[in-house]
């Protein structure tokens, strides 16, 4: 499955998570850091959350 974070096209396997997309992205430093992860439509979203296709995710 596809899903993008900040930009960046990331292939995943069906049943990961938030955490698991931000690892492969290099970004879960930055969240432990204290920045939060938001969907498409502003809605903050936790790291153990579900993924589905075309997800969007951004980190600020």
Do not use: C, F
């Not at 596809?2 to 292939?11: F, I, P």
């Amino acid at each position: 499955m596809r899903v993008e974070v900040n930009g960046q096209a990331l292939d995943l396997l069906p049943g990961m998570t938030v955490r698991h997309a931000l690892i492969q992205s290099g970004l879960l430093g930055e969240v432990e850091a204290g920045k939060k992860v938001y969907d498409i439509w502003g809605n903050e979203v936790g790291l153990e959350g579900a993924l589905i296709e075309g997800m969007v995710l951004k980190v600020r």
